[in-house]
């Protein structure tokens, strides 16, 4: 048994799995619209329901063991390669894969990935034991002006399950891993061990991970593209989801067919 569970559609014989990763705090609804848009295409597809914080706090702190946990859930769906798409930790997690598996990564798509910039104020706080507090009074405000642009495209149920999720100890224990692991990893490295073609798609306004680091180191690499996305913030698989979607499939028609 996996470490998450997961939702598929169509078998990973017609191709490449696509596989949507969860992200640090919300769990598959973040994909919703690339998700069904490539499941209708016919394509094999994939997404994980638990949002990282809701896994073992051993392996939410580990980018390692979460890219592990998310291939055996490609494995129990039948699925040898692998397209990986994830955003901000997730997106870590999938350069990291391509680097330690590149028989089976055929590509990766990455938005909103930290490393390589400070984190904004988002009304989380981290205690001298390395616990995470959650300041209820500002964590709506902060973390959605964090996370859009415009608009927050967040549902009322969408918002609470995810501030009741981040009040529970064992969620904040995955929480502090986690952030412990995005500050330690090392992103250049990673990239180093990249071999598969890689798109990066950055909201041009994000307040979580600021695109010009990213936009600066990534093209150094070959057989990668950068893209940024208007009027949008770290997740526009949500808060542009057409345009993300239509990105995706471009990249998946050049790169596996």
């Given at each position: 048994m996996s470490t998450f569970t997961a939702e598929h559609h169509n078998t990973p014989a017609e191709g490449p799995l696509v596989a949507f990763m969860s992200a640090l705090f919300a769990g598959k609804w973040i994909w919703d619209r690339p998700f069904e848009a490539l499941s209708r295409a016919g394509r094999p597809v994939l997404r994980t329901n638990e949002a990282i914080c809701a896994v073992d706090a051993k392996v939410a702190g580990s980018v390692e063991r979460l890219g592990d946990a998310f291939l055996e859930s490609c494995d129990e769906a039948?699925?040898?390669?692998?397209?990986?798409?994830?955003?901000?930790?997730?997106?870590?997690?999938a350069i990291d894969l391509a680097g330690r598996y590149p028989d089976r990564v055929r590509g990766i798509v990455v938005s909103g990935a930290p490393g390589l910039s400070t984190e904004p104020d988002v009304g989380?706080?981290?205690?001298?034991?390395?616990?995470?507090k959650l300041a209820t009074d500002?964590?709506?405000?902060?973390?959605?002006?964090?996370?859009?642009?415009?608009e927050p495209l967040f549902?009322?149920?969408?918002?609470?399950?995810?501030?009741?999720?981040?009040?529970?100890?064992?969620?904040?224990?995955?929480?502090?891993?986690?952030?412990?692991?995005?500050?330690?990893?090392?992103?250049?490295?990673?990239?180093?061990?990249?071999?598969?073609?890689?798109?990066?798609?950055?909201?041009?306004?994000?307040?979580m991970t600021p695109?010009?680091?990213?936009?600066?180191?990534?093209?150094?690499?070959?057989?990668?593209?950068?893209?940024?996305?208007?009027?949008?913030?770290?997740?526009?698989?949500?808060?542009?989801?057409d345009d993300y979607t239509r990105r995706l499939l471009s990249f998946l028609d050049r790169t596996v067919g």
């Open positions: 039948g699925a040898d390669e692998v397209v990986v798409c994830a955003n901000s930790l997730g997106g870590l997690v989380l706080s981290m205690d001298r034991r390395g616990s995470v500002q964590f709506r405000e902060r973390m959605l002006s964090a996370l859009f642009h415009g549902t009322e149920e969408q918002i609470r399950d995810t501030g009741e999720l981040l009040s529970t100890g064992p969620a904040m224990v995955a929480m502090a891993r986690s952030l412990r692991a995005t500050r330690t990893y090392e992103v250049p490295s990673g990239l180093d061990k990249v071999r598969c073609p890689s798109l990066y798609v950055w909201g041009e306004h994000d307040r695109v010009e680091p990213w936009r600066e180191l990534v093209p150094r690499y070959p057989d990668t593209e950068f893209v940024t996305v208007d009027d949008c913030g770290h997740i526009p698989m949500v808060e542009r989801g």
